[in-house]
């Protein structure tokens, strides 16, 4: 489904500030990404010219959010922001207790280390990085339960971040409800392209895990955005407003980790959030050894107070529109190319198929990563790899995970590129695709033993 055909999602903001970009050349590009290993990673930023590595952390503030900057309270403890922090969570998302961390790789610690003992399973909605690998170290197995569509590039299934209601059954069947600390309900799913969950299926995992007495923890990072796609292509809801949808995903939940620095629009920040009293008080001991103490966890008062006032920002109509309108747009003009990206188009990127935008270089050869590189010399577009290098190795065997979808995402920073840098990246990707018969793979010469995509290092083959 496409969501806007004309502009009436135009941004509803006007520009304040700008910050100056700068065009490189060719050459120059060649020489610097065999410098960063082709990993765009490992790149400067001052060398990008559009920045859509992430969006984490890369969204523009509003004016109110800048003002509320200077209203930090940078008391070591008590400060004022972290109350404002935690009655913007309370009254938008409805958990009872908050414990505030740096991002939300934090609160996944702390969230892993007080529910997950050595043997338990943790079902999920498909795997993030750093999610299962703090599931792994606190001695648990992710297992996979999301819909098969979600792993079909080209399925046009509405809500690809689906639990499969029969493989979770059959995995508590089999591990045992004891054996199973929580399911981990993504919303979004990143890694599937930024697909959404419906409501109707987050109620039914609801009543299947309440018949088994086993908790949903919700990575909550873009919930904001699940909830208007809810709006948008679940017809029971499509007249109730994001702020009620996202209260009402909070609600069949029981705890939740995020990452504020996506949806909630700040540069960094986290927190983890509950409803049980028993895992909060452990959480509040944990966070004082990993974080900082319980009423700031790693933030500076002012990026507290940014936080509550973007969570405010994220649930607006007229934000979330003009939000995943531009990456719809984007996904829109790449498909007009014959570009083949996965579809239906999710909410903070586009996300291109590289196994058939490089058929002729074989997974372990990288295309993705390949893929990405290549845009980059092309314009100075940088992108990042969700692969076969972001999915890893197997644990027990060591060997590289295979994972269906090989995919390059150019994600979306909120509120920062215009229609114009679109279009550009548009122009640079069919470059790419034109020429893509010349463009052989790359093969893996450093490797770090966590979280390589962030690190590792390739040669051309
Ligand atoms: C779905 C999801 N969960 C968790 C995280 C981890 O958050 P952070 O990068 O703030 O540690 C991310 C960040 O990319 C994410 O996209």
Redesign the pocket.
Known sequence: MVLVKHKSWAEPYKIKVVEPLFITTREFREKVIAEAGYNTFLLRSEDVYIDLL?D??TSAMSDRQMAGLMLGDEAYAGSRNFYHMEDAIRKYYGYKYVVPTH????A?HIMSSILIKAGDFIPGNMY????KLHQELAGGVFVDVIVDDAHDPNSLFPFKGNVDLNKLESVIKKEGANKIPYVAI?TT??MAGGQPISLENLRAVRELTSRYGIRIIH?M??VAENAFMIKMREEPFKDWSVAEIVKEICSLTDGA?M????DALVSIG?FLAVNDEFVFEEARNMVVIYEGLHTYGGMAGRDMEAMAIGIEESVQFDHMHARIGQVHYLGQKLIEFGIPIVRPLGTHGVFLNAKEFLPHIPQENFPAQTLAAEIYIDSGVRSMERGIVSAGRDSTTGEHRFPELELVRLTIPRRVYTQAHMDVVAESVQSVFETRQGINGLKMVYEPKHLRFFQARFEKK
């Open positions: 992430t984490s952390g991002q939300g790789r934090g996944e993030f990085t750093t999610t993504a799913v990143n990575d990072t873009r980790t990452s504020a620095k996506k986290g």
